[in-house]
């Protein structure tokens, strides 16, 4: 099979990861698979060369510059497969085999380097060599040397491996995948096996540094991408496998909501309060849609049709808790749900829905979101037009 192999920063520190790095590139070769690789700038290359400019350079000087660290990496890589009898060749921006191009604004041109890409793959299968690929880095139509920002090195693999058609991208880290919780910080942490591309953008945008967010949004519903430690030494096997891709979907819900505030002055200094609330709507098989906090207030949306029931039991939570004050029911709730892999990229995007909103006088009633998603909860005799306006401006 076609496999895209990005090696980072920590599996290429020294000398002795980088000779494990070229075992497993040899080895996955020597069984008949086709490889190309991703490689990051070794241990903190990159880091210490910015550090390294206290003065005014202007952005075509410091990409140049930050550069290096990738440039070394390869060439250090091609000559290590080079000891192993494996054909490789390094490729960088001004090479003539370079894939990744981006425009004069420092974008992706997606046509140019997909057009690259399907030509790399092509002449690496014919002529049987492994690409040894700069990440991070990429080179605009005037033949200038540009990056791809934080974490470019993943969207590179990613994307080269989305436009090469690969049918794996493996992301050799400095972590057994994808874990429950941060190891360094928690005892038991272990690998998480599998994981949706959906939770971990999330993860990732709340601090998981495992993938890039930005590389998620290459990756397709066919092409595996999976994430394992340089110490097991196997491009094949282990770490964390990542499923699905990204839907960019406008969903109304069809059934209309009940909102249940809870108040009292206590609640932000009351440890707890929120999951009494929601044990108690547990314990009675209420189902919650979605929860929002204010400085002194949560609010549970439910279905319409157990609002009563779940005021119920709210309300003797209120009674049985000195920290709330009231709670109090408004039926008849929409919500319409944006969701994409591309939300966090785009500035602007709340105000995009809100404004539009706004103009045609529908009131928003409350505003969830993650690193993928948005709910928009408003008025039930507001869904239909507010749909539409929704799909008109997102």
Known sequence: MRVVAKFGGTSLGNGDRVNRAADS?????????????????????????????????????????????ERTSVRMLKAALGARDINAK???????????????????????????????AADMAAEGYVPVITGFLAQDHAGNVTTLGRGGSDTTAVMLGNYMNADEVVIITDVEGVMTGDPRVVEGARNVGEITVDELRNLSFRGAEV???????????????????????????????IEGQFQNLIDMREEPLACLTAAGRAIRNTPGILSDLSTELSEADINVD????????????????????????????????????????DDDIAVIRITGGELPNNSGILEDIINPLADAHINVLDLVTSATSVAVFLEWDDREDALEIIQDAV
């Open 25 to 69: 590139i040899a080895a996955a070769v020597e069984e008949g698979h086709e490889v190309a690789v991703v490689a990051s700038a070794m241990g903190s290359t990159t880091d210490f060369l910015l550090d390294a400019i206290e003065f005014e350079a202007d952005e075509a000087d410091e990409a140049e510059i930050v550069s290096m660290g």
């Open 90 to 120: 390094f490729l960088e921006p001004g090479t003539e085999e370079w894939p990744v191009i981006t425009d004069e604004h420092g974008e992706v041109d997606v046509e140019a380097t997909q057009r690259r890409a399907k030509q790399l």
């Open 211 to 241: 993938v890039a967010p930005s590389a998620l949004s290459y990756k397709t519903a066919d092409m595996i991408v999976r994430v394992a430690h340089y110490q097991h030494g196997d491009l094949l096997d282990g770490g964390t496998t």
């Open 290 to 329: 979605a929860v929002a906090s204010g400085m002194d207030s949560v609010t549970f949306y439910v279905d319409a049709e157990v609002a009563e029931e779940a005021e119920t039991v709210l309300h003797q939570a209120v009674i049985d808790l000195d920290e709330l004050s009231s709670v109090t029911v």
